[in-house]
């Protein structure tokens, strides 16, 4: 009896094709992840920051990539300030998040590293101990009552062992942040320039603000306490004895005036 041969063995129709459009799919998905444009990151930030911080005329990748840096009043806001130079990034994500590099020439003499973990319940955000020096003018952006005092001067922002963790919705704080403003002048007042003063933020289980002045004609001090996300300060302004007059208009707006003495007040 003749023996019957076996059925060659057949593919499944239109399978080798199926593994092409697999694979195809998969580098279009690797070259949106590590080809991401810029404008990506940019539209981040600013649905973020509420229209706060800018980044405009952005260029290269989410990854790696630079922009103008612009701080403004917010949406809709008219008050916008663009900082000299551009803001480069290098972004580059870990094993829990992301870790972030920023460059600006104009006013960073080192980069600023930054380190994001995210978890089941909250994120946590780390700033490397370092200083960076900006123009006050930079605050005219984010509208009142900077648009009204037109500051001018240098702040020196310095860190140290800062630690931001954000746990079911609240937001804790640790290490220090200095701020000091230095030969502070405002088109309220003729006299420049009025002074120089020192902002400190204090981490811990109630964050503190103080300001406190170095030196100068205008007087300024007050303390504070961030309660959740929202800062309740309290603070005086007041002029030198032979300063009072070049300062009565910046006085009367920046707080509510008692006597020679104006008082500031936040939340």
């Not at 991401?36 to 990539?65: C, F, I, M, N, Y």
């Not at 104009?106 to 994001?116: F, G, K, Q």
């Not at 952006?141 to 140290?160: H, I, V």
């Not at 300060?233 to 707080?255: H, Q, Y």
Request: proline content about 6%; charged content about 15%.
């Amino acid at each position: 009896m003749a023996r019957r041969g076996m059925a060659p063995r057949r593919e499944a129709p239109g399978a080798p094709w199926g593994w092409a459009l697999l694979g195809a799919l998969l580098g279009l998905l690797a070259a949106v992840i590590f080809f991401a444009p810029a404008r990506w990151l940019a539209a981040g930030v600013k649905e973020v920051s509420q229209g706060h911080v800018l980044l405009e005329a952005p260029r290269g990748t989410v990854w790696d990539g630079s922009a103008q840096l612009v701080l403004a009043g917010g949406v809709d806001s008219r008050d916008a300030t663009a900082l000299p130079g551009r803001l480069e990034w290098t972004l580059r994500p870990t094993l829990s998040g992301a870790s972030a590099l920023l460059v600006n020439r104009c006013c960073m003499t080192e980069p600023i590293r930054l380190n994001a973990r995210l978890s089941t319940n909250g994120a946590q955000l780390a700033l490397a101990d370092g200083a960076s020096q900006w123009p006050a003018g930079l605050l005219v952006g984010l509208g009142a009552p900077w648009n009204t005092l037109q500051p001018e001067g240098q702040l020196k922002l310095s860190t140290q062992s800062f630690l931001a963790t954000l746990t079911d919705g609240r937001w804790a704080i640790d290490g220090l942040v200095r701020l000091e403003a230095t030969d502070v002048s405002s088109r309220l007042s003729t006299l420049r320039p009025m002074g120089s003063y020192l902002v400190t933020l204090s981490g811990g289980p109630a964050p503190a603000l103080k300001l406190e002045t170095l030196s100068g004609s205008l007087l300024l001090a007050g303390t504070g306490q961030f309660v959740g996300t929202r800062l309740k300060f309290e603070g005086t302004a007041s002029a030198t004895p032979d300063r009072i007059d070049a300062l009565a208009n910046l006085l009367n707006v920046i707080g509510r005036r008692d006597g020679a003495r104006s008082i500031i007040k936040v939340g």
